[in-house]
């Protein structure tokens, strides 16, 4: 595969003895993942999954995020200069390095003293243990852009408690650190102005044990409240809506309870929420977290790249540069749907969202044999 | 979620390219894998038809319907979710207490009502309520049987009674208040003394016109009720089944319904409840026992769309005759072999696509020196055992789902023909279901005896179906009788056969060649001929033996009694006719290329299984002894033809790996130490 990597100042490498750290640097732009990222990760991860010297990898952010996810601009950019095949590099490799960091051996501790969004969450997520602090904030914002939780997110959605997964990925909504530590998207939450310590104790241990991994974090980390206000605590809300059939029953349900419930936020909220939201993107995300809380990680990521394949294509709906005009580049708030209504979206436009990309010498995405392991 | 060392070192290797080789290989043997997981869908071929379609095939309707609710198991912690080698199964456990298991049952029950599961149940009319209805029942069977009998008892056996032998007045009182589950229903029919036989029963109801109310007793001991599901514990009311004795005058058997608890659980007045106890499996559901003393229900109780009681005494009916009575009243019980029939098949599902995927990735002795140890399922030994039974199984699905829109669809003139083939086909599916649990659980050796493997437990948790609502054997003499009846009337009256399926018999006698070529015992042509004849021959003997012992002075039916060898043959040759029908009506409706050549195949197997293991062709000489021979070892032809796809045809099964168990997947890392 070709290397993207001249940009290499984009992500900082440092070496201490057994570990490796790799810091996204693009404080300006939230360290949002551009395509030389995307690929130098790619290799970085390659390289440490042989170099049997290296036994932890750190991923932390420079600045106040973590990772805001993909750098969309970019592709907007490559797609307005080429075609929809332009943009869908960048996907490759953001799916490619997630696989390996979910199946590769070397455990890996991510930072996330800040923003994390969208495809920023899966390079943490995907990794062995994440730290949070007081100063994260968590959020999949794909669905009001016009696209939906990819890089695998179907994957870890779909398993976080309950029907939390379903929850975050349609609304948008944001986490704390300690809510992502309270529904299980982060291992440890250690208070920032302890992270230095430990890095510096990390650096020491020269293992890859996760156990010692862990409780080396565990030194460190507290047991942080979540605030009253937590969507957390409304779990059974978010278990008995989320957990409908459809968006439209979805919605029905949390209509429901706020007219039965009229001084809790919650649902109107959440509904807030869905109802800025593209239309099929939450067609389409409900149906993408569904299918991955059956699938394996391999077969979430290769399905996900045929979604957004189509959703770069703009074959069905071209929703996503709606999405990016109104939200990244006009920056007017005012996204117009198309289709308008959920109603308007039928089943047969989602189910062809999941449908192999009808296009000449054009392949699904080719995961290594072990794709289909169903980790 | 902690991966095994040498599981990564694997994936490791893997990862690397293969000019690293030698440096991986110098870190030295110790560190390499002794045995090492990989997964089928890395050995197998790429799936030569779409999974996806061949699963909407079987699964035939709502599968978007069906995924929401593996979605609602999954997600929540009542159904015990487990994480076995990184990934997530939800498995009963069954090493809880039977008194844990009913509790966790209703628990389990509240959380699907609660969702949503069970709206329109009772109250939904029409077509698409009644098939998202089994629909949702198939895939509550396939986390759990006793979660799927508790609400079948209640919902089918006392709302389904309800619904077809209450009037409105019933309909209006229960059917909501049973979907919400305000009342927990259940359905005493069942005695000591009698089961299969119901018109034996012994309860007895008499009335009092002076209060307008039914009194029901039982008489004796072999008159109480037995098997209760949901007696135990948790119902609140029942549909009694009693004889019903007004002015001295037994009109039979009629349906009542009484409350046996009050709202906190008491149980009410005059009535008695003991426990059934532990069980060999289905301890999910609290089968109890129930007496009645003096037990006294408004006249409205009864359940009145066949008869009625006037409110000064006097016994009212459209259908003067008991018999025919009767038969109108056991009509809509249907339902429960239907679904019995159904849930069969998905539990053979389940187990062969364990043992299919383990016997993909499960390697056993090395027939080379130094040579890798081979794949259970690459041994044609192996092959012979799982495949004809996957074979089967895709036969009887097809059959499965055309008794369901039989079923679904039915209308007074099919009522013959929907006993008929519900009961045989709830005795052939649910026999076929047994046999594969154990050729499963000991094609999975060890493993097959863990709980949390499933199939093992499986046994004993359908153990039952051979006899609830209707012993097999009693069942298939039935399809015989019913036979033999079409036959005598045809006969009778010189007139073609029109019914059950024996229109075969109005043309002339099918031939089948001397010599059997391999693209005749694949051809569909033969395949029928050769099941149409041996129904034929087998109905001709069976009446010709019927009629003499007749003639020798038997009565009719002792002369029927007698017969059974032959009566057991005709149930079978009239069985597997009905599914190799259905099977080449469902492939005659698809038109996918790949799909179809599959179903071909897999249809081919079907029918030599059968023309082996049956030893009327040979016995009658329906196939000659080398006929028998080739048929053989077209089996094993077949058997090397599907291995190649046995991956395939059991991800067609639709069962989300979740429902299945560790042997399935990665069983090295399920049993590793740091799991």
């Given at each position: 595969m070709a290397s993207?990597?001249?940009?290499?100042?984009?992500?900082?490498?440092?070496?201490?003895?057994?570990?490796?750290?790799?810091?996204?640097?693009?404080?300006?732009?939230?360290?949002?993942?551009?395509?030389?990222?995307?690929?130098?990760?790619?290799?970085?991860?390659?390289?440490?999954?042989?170099?049997?010297?290296?036994?932890?990898?750190?991923?932390?952010?420079?600045?106040?995020?973590?990772?805001?996810?993909?750098?969309?601009?970019?592709?907007?950019?490559?797609?307005?200069?080429?075609?929809?095949?332009?943009?869908?590099?960048?996907?490759?490799?953001?799916?490619?390095?997630?696989?390996?960091?979910?199946?590769?051996?070397?455990?890996?501790?991510?930072?996330?003293?800040?923003?994390v969004m969208g495809g920023g969450s899966s390079v943490s997520i995907n990794g062995r243990f994440q730290v949070v602090t007081e100063n994260t904030v968590f959020a999949m914002p794909e669905t009001a852009l016009g696209s939906f939780p990819d890089l695998s997110a179907s994957y870890y959605l779909s398993r976080l408690p309950g029907f939390f997964g379903e929850y975050l990925g349609l609304t948008g909504a944001r986490l704390s650190g300690a809510e992502m530590l309270a529904c299980g998207l982060a291992t440890h939450f250690v208070p920032s102005e302890k992270l230095s310590l430990l890095e510096e104790a990390l650096e020491k241990i020269d293992t890859s044990d996760p156990f010692v991994i862990s409780s080396t974090i565990n030194k460190f980390s507290e047991v942080p409240n979540l605030k009253e206000k937590s969507a957390y605590h409304k779990l059974d809300i978010i278990n008995k809506c989320f957990s409908q059939r459809t968006i439209e029953e979805i919605i029905a349900a949390l209509e429901r309870e706020a007219a039965e419930n009229k001084e809790d936020w919650f649902s109107n909220f959440s509904i807030k929420l869905m109802k800025k939201a593209s239309p099929t993107s939450l067609k389409i995300t409900l149906r993408s977290i569904r299918e991955g809380r059956y699938q394996g990680i391999g077969q979430c990521i290769v399905r996900e790249f045929r979604m957004i394949c189509h959703v770069l294509r703009g074959d069905i709906s071209t929703d996503f540069y709606e999405g990016c005009r109104a939200i990244l580049l006009d920056k007017d708030g005012n996204p117009k749907w198309e289709p308008s209504k959920i109603e308007l979206v039928t089943d047969e436009m989602v189910d062809r969202y999941f449908t192999k990309i009808d296009e000449d010498d054009w392949d699904d995405l080719v995961l290594p044999a072990f794709a289909f392991s169903k980790l | 979620m902690e991966k095994v060392n040498f599981r990564t070192q694997v994936l490791t290797r893997h990862l690397l390219n293969n000019d690293h080789r030698g440096t991986a290989a110098t870190a030295g043997i110790s560190t390499s894998p002794c045995l090492s997981y990989t997964p089928p869908e890395i050995s197998s071929k790429p799936f030569p038809?779409?999974?996806?379609?061949?699963?909407?095939?079987?699964?035939?309707?709502?599968?978007?319907?069906?995924?929401?609710?593996?979605?609602?198991?999954?997600?929540?912690?009542?159904?015990?979710?487990?994480?076995?080698?990184?990934?997530?199964?939800?498995?009963?456990?069954?090493?809880?207490?039977?008194?844990?298991?009913?509790?966790?049952?209703?628990?389990?029950?509240?959380?699907?009502?609660?969702?949503?599961?069970?709206?329109?149940?009772?109250?939904?009319?029409?077509?698409?309520?009644?098939?998202?209805?089994?629909?949702?029942?198939?895939?509550?069977?396939?986390?759990?049987?006793?979660?799927?009998?508790?609400?079948?008892?209640?919902?089918?056996?006392?709302?389904?009674?309800?619904?077809?032998?209450?009037?409105?007045?019933?309909?209006?009182?229960?059917?909501?208040?049973?979907?919400?589950?305000?009342?927990?229903?259940?359905?005493?029919?069942?005695?000591?003394?009698?089961?299969?036989?119901?018109?034996?029963?012994?309860?007895?109801?008499?009335?009092?016109?002076?209060?307008?109310?039914?009194?029901?007793?039982?008489?004796?001991?072999?008159?109480?009720k037995y098997w209760i599901g949901g007696a135990a514990n948790h119902a609140t009311h029942t549909v009694v089944f009693s004889q019903l004795n007004i002015d001295g005058n037994n009109q039979g058997v009629h349906a009542f319904i009484t409350q046996i608890r009050d709202a906190d659980g008491n149980i009410c007045p005059n009535i008695r409840i003991a426990d059934c106890g532990h069980k060999i499996g289905l301890n999910g559901v609290d089968n109890g026992r129930i007496w009645f003393d003096n037990v006294r229900i408004p006249r409205e109780n009864l359940l009145n769309s066949v008869a009625d009681v006037s409110a000064d005494g006097k016994y009212l009916s459209a259908i003067k005759d008991p018999d025919q009575r009767f038969g109108a009243f056991m009509a809509p019980l249907t339902s429960g072999r239907v679904t019995i029939a159904l849930s069969a098949i998905y539990s053979t599902k389940i187990s062969l696509a364990i043992a299919i995927r383990y016997s993909l990735t499960r390697r056993a002795f090395s027939i080379t020196p130094n040579g890798d140890e081979v794949l259970l399922l690459d041994y044609p030994s192996h092959q012979r055992r799982l495949l004809p039974l996957l074979a089967k199984t895709y036969a009887m699905t097809f059959a499965g789902n055309y008794?369901?829109?039989?079923?679904?669809?039915?209308?007074?003139?099919?009522?013959?023909?929907?006993?008929?083939?519900?009961?045989?086909?709830?005795?052939?599916?649910?026999?076929?279901?047994?046999?594969?649990?154990?050729?499963?659980?000991?094609?999975?050796?060890?493993?097959?005896?863990?709980?949390?493997?499933?199939?093992?437990?499986?046994?004993?948790?359908?153990?039952?179906?051979?006899?609830?609502?209707?012993?097999?054997?009693?069942?298939?003499?039935?399809?015989?009788?019913?036979?033999?009846?079409?036959?005598?009337?045809?006969?009778?009256?010189?007139?073609?056969?029109?019914?059950?399926?024996?229109?075969?018999?109005?043309?002339?006698?099918?031939?089948?060649?001397?010599?059997?070529?391999?693209?005749?015992?694949?051809?569909?042509?033969?395949?029928?001929?050769?099941?149409?004849?041996?129904?034929?021959?087998?109905?001709?003997?069976?009446?010709?033996?019927?009629?003499?012992?007749?003639?020798?002075?038997?009565?009719?039916?002792?002369?029927?009694?007698?017969?059974?060898?032959?009566?057991?043959?005709?149930?079978?040759?009239?069985?597997?006719?009905?599914?190799?029908?259905?099977?080449?009506?469902?492939?005659?409706?698809?038109?996918?290329?790949?799909?179809?050549?599959?179903?071909?195949?897999?249809?081919?197997?079907?029918?030599?299984?059968?023309?082996?293991?049956?030893?009327?062709?040979?016995?009658?000489?329906?196939?000659?002894?080398?006929?028998?021979?080739?048929?053989?070892?077209?089996?094993?032809?077949?058997?090397?033809?599907?291995?190649?796809?046995?991956?395939?045809?059991?991800?067609?099964?639709?069962?989300?790996?979740?429902?299945?168990?560790?042997?399935?997947?990665?069983?090295?890392?399920?049993?590793?130490?740091?799991?």
């Open positions: 993207y990597s001249t940009a290499n100042d984009q992500i900082l490498i440092e070496e201490k003895s057994s570990v490796r750290k790799f810091t996204l640097n693009r404080p300006k732009q939230l360290n949002v993942l551009s395509l030389a990222m995307g690929s130098r990760f790619w290799e970085l991860y390659s390289e440490c999954a042989k170099d049997s010297s290296v036994k932890l990898i750190i991923v932390k952010g420079k600045g106040r995020a973590f990772c805001a996810g993909g750098d969309v601009a970019e592709v907007i950019r490559d797609i307005s200069q080429g075609n929809w095949r332009a943009g869908t590099l960048h996907y490759k490799y953001g799916f490619m390095m997630n696989y390996l960091l979910k199946i590769h051996n070397k455990p890996q501790v991510a930072f996330i003293n800040g923003i | 038809f779409d999974v996806n379609s061949m699963r909407k095939l079987m699964d035939g309707h709502n599968i978007e319907d069906r995924d929401w609710l593996f979605n609602l198991m999954i997600q929540s912690n009542l159904f015990n979710p487990k994480l076995r080698g990184g990934k997530i199964f939800v498995v009963p456990d069954y090493n809880q207490s039977m008194e844990q298991q009913r509790e966790i049952t209703m628990k389990r029950i509240q959380y699907l009502l609660d969702h949503g599961v069970f709206e329109r149940w009772l109250t939904g009319k029409g077509f698409d309520a009644e098939m998202r209805k089994l629909a949702l029942l198939e895939v509550i069977e396939i986390f759990d049987h006793s979660l799927a009998i508790k609400i079948g008892v209640h919902f089918f056996l006392w709302g389904g009674a309800i619904l077809f032998f209450g009037t409105k007045r019933h309909h209006d009182k229960w059917l909501k208040a049973s979907e919400d589950y305000h009342i927990k229903g259940c359905f005493a029919m069942t005695e000591l003394g009698h089961g299969s036989n119901v018109r034996g029963i012994e309860t007895i109801t008499t009335y009092d016109s002076k209060t307008e109310e039914f009194v029901i007793n039982t008489p004796c001991e072999s008159a109480q008794l369901k829109l039989l079923y679904v669809k039915r209308t007074p003139q099919l009522i013959k023909t929907l006993h008929v083939v519900s009961s045989a086909l709830k005795a052939i599916l649910t026999w076929h279901n047994m046999r594969t649990l154990q050729e499963c659980r000991e094609a999975c050796g060890g493993q097959g005896l863990k709980t949390e493997n499933r199939i093992g437990q499986l046994k004993g948790e359908f153990d039952v179906q051979s006899t609830f609502e209707g012993d097999n054997n009693v069942l298939m003499q039935q399809v015989s009788k019913a036979m033999l009846a079409e036959y005598v009337a045809a006969k009778r009256r010189n007139k073609p056969f029109k019914d059950l399926g024996l229109e075969h018999m109005n043309k002339s006698c099918p031939v089948i060649p001397s010599r059997l070529t391999n693209s005749t015992l694949r051809s569909a042509q033969f395949q029928i001929d050769i099941f149409c004849l041996r129904e034929r021959d087998l109905l001709n003997r069976f009446a010709i033996e019927v009629s003499e012992n007749q003639a020798q002075g038997e009565s009719k039916e002792s002369a029927f009694i007698v017969g059974y060898q032959l009566a057991e043959d005709l149930g079978r040759a009239y069985s597997d006719r009905l599914i190799l029908q259905t099977f080449i009506e469902a492939e005659n409706n698809v038109t996918d290329t790949p799909l179809k050549e599959m179903l071909g195949l897999i249809r081919s197997m079907y029918v030599l299984v059968s023309l082996d293991e049956d030893v009327a062709f040979l016995r009658y000489g329906y196939l000659t002894v080398e006929a028998a021979a080739t048929v053989r070892k077209e089996i094993v032809k077949l058997c090397a033809e599907i291995r190649p796809h046995a991956l395939s045809l059991v991800s067609s099964f639709g069962i989300p790996d979740a429902f299945l168990s560790p042997i399935a997947f990665d069983w090295v890392a399920a049993n590793s130490w740091s799991n």
